[in-house]
């Protein structure tokens, strides 16, 4: 049986719908030949819309960029995503995660659940300028992943999220184990294809911060600390 990365990376996508609310082109596409249906989520270059403060490279190397630093640092948050063509010409393609209906995710992001803690970790880690509770995906077995990372990484500071129940608490040992995880990776060498050279030099320099503070960061009273809309 074919993994999920094969399946991803050599599949053939067949376009079989869209996803109106968003603000980019999002297709959900299944790879054909799978069995049972193998779903992804397809977002193409050419269909992005170009943003005034993101003037620099892609969106799809920005969701791929946050799927690299959750695998590499081991936080498993972010669903397996990957580069490459489709039928659309280029773009990220990422696995589709069936989530558990039945849970609301307004009440759930509201929560003090581990993982949540984690995801704010790794929102302040890659300055998401976007975290809504549509973005937070639960499944059948309670799982959290994160998806829609294609506005995180800017240079400066632009931490907008649904997630600051936590603010102000100081960071356990597994959170200061995953701050030095991401602070031992070459992020150069790992991340000069999909983001700029400031951009890297600022995830070094919050990563850095993070460390010697300790604590999860309060709201910013310089711009708006709540995506809208919210959900």
């Known amino acids: 049986m074919k993994t999920a990365i094969d399946l991803i990376s050599?599949?053939?996508?067949?376009?079989?719908?869209?996803?109106?609310?968003?603000?980019?082109?999002?297709?959900?596409?299944?790879?054909?030949?799978?069995?049972p249906?193998?779903?992804?989520?397809?977002?193409?270059?050419?269909?992005?819309?170009?943003?005034?403060?993101?003037?620099?490279?892609?969106?799809?190397?920005?969701e791929y960029a946050a799927y690299l630093l959750s695998n590499l640092a081991g936080f498993d948050l972010v669903p397996l995503t990957l580069l490459r063509e489709g039928p659309f010409g280029f773009g990220m393609v990422q696995q589709w995660i069936d989530i558990d209906e039945s849970v609301d995710v307004v009440e759930?992001?509201?929560?003090?659940?581990?993982q949540l803690r984690k995801l704010a970790l790794f929102d302040a880690i890659i300055n998401n300028t976007d975290r809504k509770f549509g973005h937070?995906?639960?499944?059948?077995?309670?799982?959290?992943?994160?998806?829609?990372?294609?506005v995180c990484f800017h240079a400066e500071d632009k931490l907008r999220t649904v997630i600051w129940q936590f603010a102000g608490?100081?960071?356990?040992?597994?959170?200061?184990?995953?701050?030095?995880?991401?602070?031992?990776?070459?992020?150069t060498k790992i991340f000069a294809k999909y983001l700029t050279e400031d951009e890297v030099?600022?995830?070094?320099?919050?990563?850095?911060?993070?460390?010697?503070?300790?604590?999860?960061?309060?709201?910013?009273?310089?711009?708006?600390a709540v995506p809208w809309p919210p959900v």
């Open 108 to 114: 759930f992001g509201q929560s003090d659940n581990e």
């Open 169 to 187: 608490q100081p960071f356990n040992k597994k959170e200061i184990d995953l701050l030095k995880n991401v602070a031992d990776i070459d992020l």
């Open 37 to 62: 249906k193998f779903q992804v989520i397809y977002k193409p270059i050419a269909g992005e819309r170009p943003l005034w403060d993101f003037p620099d490279g892609d969106l799809a190397s920005r």
């Open 201 to 224: 030099q600022a995830l070094r320099g919050r990563v850095e911060i993070l460390q010697a503070e300790a604590i999860f960061p309060l709201p910013s009273t310089a711009w708006p």
């Open 136 to 150: 937070l995906l639960i499944d059948s077995t309670g799982v959290l992943k994160g998806c829609d990372h294609g």
């Open 10 to 35: 050599n599949g053939n996508l067949l376009v079989i719908g869209r996803l109106v609310d968003a603000s980019n082109a999002t297709l959900l596409a299944h790879v054909e030949d799978s069995d």
